[in-house]
């Protein structure tokens, strides 16, 4: 990504999380990796004014306590928060949660690959996405509450 800010993983599973961190590793993405068990620790650490916003959020949706699609419920409906992109990396293949996800504004929806080689290569499509991506450019009383770009390496 093409700037400093953070990447937020919320992700209970934490055999997950390492594979994350590792494909962070081996693309050598420069961002720092942000990483809450659900959605309570990941409203908790984005409301927390001593952190820095992320400048996208990756999300599972099968979490304890707060799961994925309650935690775009009350991050979306935040004016500060409804603006930091949201991607889901999830196992779930289900149709309805495709949609459910798209109509709560998610940026992207992906299916966790099993293989390794092909989890790296869906964490470098979404590198690429955000780093090639623009956001409009807004004046918000908050400059830190939105990425000005995104990217994940």
Request: with cysteine; aromatic share 6%.
């Amino acid at each position: 990504m093409r700037n400093s800010r953070p990447v937020l993983l919320v992700e209970d599973d934490s055999i997950d999380a390492m594979t994350v961190r590792r494909a962070f590793r081996d693309l050598k993405v420069a961002n720092p990796l942000k990483h809450t068990i659900n959605g309570e620790e990941a409203l908790a650490y984005l409301q927390d004014e001593a952190n820095d916003k992320p400048c996208v959020i990756l999300l599972d949706l099968n979490m304890p306590k707060m799961n994925g699609a309650e935690f775009l419920k009350v991050a979306k409906a935040d004016p500060v928060l409804r603006k930091i992109p949201v991607i889901v990396l999830t196992t779930s293949s289900e149709e309805r949660d495709v949609v459910e996800s798209f109509r709560l504004s998610v940026a992207g929806y992906i299916i966790k690959p099993v293989d390794y080689r092909k989890f790296v290569e869906a964490i470098q499509t979404i590198d690429m996405y955000w780093t090639l991506s623009e956001l409009p450019q807004e004046k918000m009383e908050d400059a830190d509450a939105l990425c000005q770009t995104h990217t994940v390496g």
